[in-house]
C-alpha cells in the first residue's frame, strides 16, 4: 500500500508489530477507536517471533517470591487454553530432580503445589526414580532421585501476532508492516498531535494526525521515547535456542533441566514437530537494527546442557537443524545479573505518548488494558468492552472441507482465524499434505503468500510458516517447490525470486545456522 494513501486522521497509532502492540490493536480496534499500527520490519520481526514459545505462569518468578506475576500468568495462560483453541495449547513438562540438586525434591514440591494452587488445577505429580524412567527414558539416570510432571502451555509466537492483527484488521484497523515511526508531533502545548511515518523500502514518508500515540516497540523503547526514570532503562538481553528434529531428541514431553554449567533452567520442548533448546540470557551488546544471532559460547552451553541430559543421544552439534535469538525488553537499574532482573512492565506517560515495555507474551492481554488505560484521557469518549469478552473468534468445528482432521483444522484456525475457510476453499487436496518435520501443511505458504502482506522471503518462511527454523538449511530442499506453490499468487518476477532466495539463504546461514563461525 502507498503510504501517501492512507486516512490522515487517527484515534491511535500504535508503534511496533510485536505481541505487545498486537494486543493493544486488537484491544483498541474492539473497543470502536480508529487505529493504525505500524511496524519498522516485518511483524513479529522483534522479540515476539524469537520467544521460547510457553505460554506460562513461570515457575522461576514464584523462585523469586514474584506470586502477583505467577497469579496473574497463571491466570493468562488458562484463558488462552481456553479462548486459543489450536493457537494455544496444554504442554505438560517433566523435570527430573538428581540426588545433589538444588532446589531438590521439597522445593520444588511446594513450589509445584503453589502453582496448582494458583490455577485451581489439580496436576503435578512426583514420580520415584524407575517410574520417572519409564515415562522420560533419555534422561540421564545417574544420580537420578525421582522427578516431576507439571503443566503448562505453548503457542507459535508469530501466528499469535499476526492473528490478532488480522482479526483487527477484520475489524476496520490498519496495520503496516515496513512502515517506521520517525517522528512524533506536537503542538504548542507539547501534546502529542501527529507522527511521521516513513516506509522503510520506498523512503516514502508521511504525516498522519493523531492525539495518542502507543510506544510499543519493545527493546527499542527508548529510540522513541526516552525513560522518564532517572535510574531505570531498557536493559537488552539476548536469549538463543537450538531446534533439533524429532528424531535426534525423540521427546514427546517437554523437559525441564538445571545446566551443569552455572544450575540456570534450561529445557527442551517438542514444537511443530522439532524440538526447542533454550535459553540463554546475557547482555546483548549488538546494534538493535541488526538481527539478533546466537553466539558460538550459547550452542556450546546449550548443547552442553543437552547432552548431560540426554547423554544416550549422543547429541553434537551436527544433529540441530537451526538456531535463533531474541533480545528481551527488561527494565532494569542494573543492579542485579540478568537471570534475576524482573519480568514485570512498565508504562510511561507523556503527553500523548504512552510507553508499554518489559512483560512477557503471556501477558499481552494484561499488557494492552494497562497501556488503553494510561491512554484514556487522549481518546474520543466511547463505553468501553468489558475485559471479559473472549480475545479471539472462537473456533466453530464448520464442515471440515477435504477429509481434514478435526485436530488439524483446529490448529489451522488456531493460526489463521476465520479465514481458513478461504485457504482450504481454494486448496487441492495434495496442498493439505503436511510437510515433513513441521506440522505446516502446503496450503499455508500460498495462503500466506497471497494474502498476509508478505514483502519478502524470510516473513513466509520464518515468520508466517516457521519451515525457516523448523528444517535444515532453513528448507532449503523445498524452495523449488515453495516458489513453484508461491509465484503464481505473487507478484514477484523469475529476478525477484531469485534475489530473494540468495538474500533469504545468506542470511539464514548469517543468523539462524546452528553452526556459528
Ligand atoms: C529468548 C526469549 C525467550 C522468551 N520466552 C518467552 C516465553 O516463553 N513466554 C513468554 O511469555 N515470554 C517470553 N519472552 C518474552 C517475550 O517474548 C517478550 O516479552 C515479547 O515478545 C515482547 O514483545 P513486544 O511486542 O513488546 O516487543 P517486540 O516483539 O520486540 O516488538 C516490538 C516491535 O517494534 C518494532 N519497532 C521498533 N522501533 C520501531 C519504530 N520506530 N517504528 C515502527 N516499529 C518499530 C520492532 O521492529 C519490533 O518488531 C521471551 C523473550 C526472549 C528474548
Redesign the pocket.
Known amino acids: 500500500m502507498n503510504l501517501e494513501s492512507i486516512e490522515k486522521n487517527w484515534d491511535m497509532v500504535i508503534?511496533?508489530?510485536?505481541?505487545?502492540?498486537a494486543g493493544i490493536f486488537r484491544e483498541s480496534v474492539r473497543n470502536g477507536f480508529k487505529t493504525l499500527l505500524?511496524?519498522?520490519?516485518d511483524f513479529?520481526?522483534?522479540?515476539?517471533s524469537?520467544?521460547?514459545?510457553?505460554?506460562?505462569g513461570g515457575l522461576r518468578y514464584l523462585k523469586e517470591g514474584n506470586f502477583a506475576l505467577t497469579r496473574e500468568s497463571v491466570k493468562e495462560r488458562e484463558r488462552l487454553l481456553r479462548e486459543a483453541a489450536g493457537l494455544v495449547h496444554p504442554l505438560e513438562f517433566h523435570l527430573p530432580i538428581y540426588k545433589d540438586q538444588n532446589p531438590g525434591v521439597w522445593t520444588m514440591k511446594i513450589g509445584l503445589f503453589i502453582y496448582d494452587l494458583i490455577s485451581g488445577k489439580w496436576r503435578h505429580r512426583y514420580y520415584g526414580k524407575n517410574a520417572f524412567l519409564k515415562i522420560e527414558p533419555f534422561v540421564a539416570a545417574c544420580g537420578l532421585a525421582g522427578g516431576f510432571a507439571f503443566s503448562d502451555a505453548q503457542v507459535d509466537?508469530a501466528r499469535l501476532v499476526l492473528r490478532l492483527i488480522h482479526e483487527s484488521e477484520r475489524l476496520g484497523g490498519l496495520a503496516l508492516n515496513y512502515?517506521?515511526?520517525?517522528r512524533l508531533e506536537r503542538d504548542r502545548n507539547k501534546n502529542v498531535c501527529g507522527i511521521v511515518l516513513e516506509d522503510t523500502e520506498s523512503r516514502e514518508t508521511v504525516c498522519v494526525n493523531t492525539r495518542l500515540v502507543i510506544n510499543?516497540?519493545?527493546?527499542?523503547a527508548e529510540?522513541?521515547q526516552p525513560s522518564p526514570e532517572k535510574h531505570r532503562h531498557l536493559r537488552p538481553?539476548?536469549?538463543?535456542?537450538l531446534v533439533f528434529p524429532k528424531k535426534a531428541i525423540p521427546i514427546e514431553t517437554a523437559v525441564s533441566f538445571f545446566s551443569p554449567r552455572d544450575g540456570r533452567q534450561q529445557f527442551a520442548i517438542p514444537w511443530e514437530g522439532a524440538v526447542v533448546l533454550?535459553?540463554t540470557d546475557i547482555d546483548h551488546k549488538e546494534p538493535l537494527c541488526q538481527e539478533p544471532a546466537a553466539t558460538r559460547a550459547e550452542i556450546e552451553y546449550l548443547l552442553e546442557g543437552a547432552i548431560r541430559i540426554f547423554p544416550s543421544l549422543r547429541l553434537t552439534l551436527a544433529d540441530a537443524v537451526s538456531s535463533f535469538?531474541?533480545?528481551?525488553?527488561v527494565v532494569s537499574e542494573g543492579k542485579v545479573s540478568a537471570d534475576q532482573e524482573s519480568r514485570e512492565h512498565v508504562i510511561w506517560k507523556d503527553r500523548g505518548v504512552v510507553t508499554v515495555?518489559?512483560?512477557?507474551?503471556?501477558?499481552f492481554r494484561i499488557l494492552a488494558q494497562d497501556a488503553l488505560l494510561a491512554g484514556r484521557d487522549y481518546l474520543p469518549e466511547k463505553r468501553w468492552t468489558a475485559p471479559s469478552e473472549p480475545i479471539f473468534e472462537p473456533w466453530t468445528p464448520e464442515v471440515v472441507s477435504a477429509g481434514l482432521p478435526v485436530e488439524t483444522h483446529q490448529k489451522l484456525w488456531g493460526r489463521y482465524g476465520k479465514e481458513t475457510s478461504v485457504m482450504l476453499a481454494n486448496a487441492p487436496v495434495d496442498h493439505l499434505q503436511g510437510i515433513s518435520g513441521t506440522h505446516t501443511i502446503w496450503a499455508e505458504l500460498p495462503y500466506a503468500a497471497s494474502h498476509e502482506k508478505i514483502r519478502h522471503l524470510d516473513d513466509l518462511l520464518l515468520r508466517r510458516v516457521r519451515i525457516g527454523l523448523l528444517l535444515s538449511e532453513g528448507g532449503r530442499a523445498h524452495l523449488h517447490q515453495i516458489r513453484a506453490l508461491c509465484q503464481p499468487v505473487m507478484s514477484w518476477s523469475d529476478a525477484v525470486w531469485d534475489r530473494e532466495i540468495d538474500d533469504y539463504l545468506r542470511m539464514w546461514r548469517a543468523c539462524y545456522s546452528p553452526c556459528r563461525p
Open positions: 508503534v511496533g508489530g510485536g505481541v505487545t502492540g505500524i511496524e519498522q520490519k513479529a520481526w522483534g522479540t515476539s524469537r520467544s521460547s514459545k510457553l505460554v506460562h509466537d512502515t517506521r515511526a520517525i510499543a516497540t519493545g527493546v527499542w529510540e522513541l538481553l539476548r536469549g538463543s535456542h533454550g535459553t535469538a531474541g533480545v528481551r525488553p515495555t518489559g512483560g512477557k507474551l503471556t501477558t
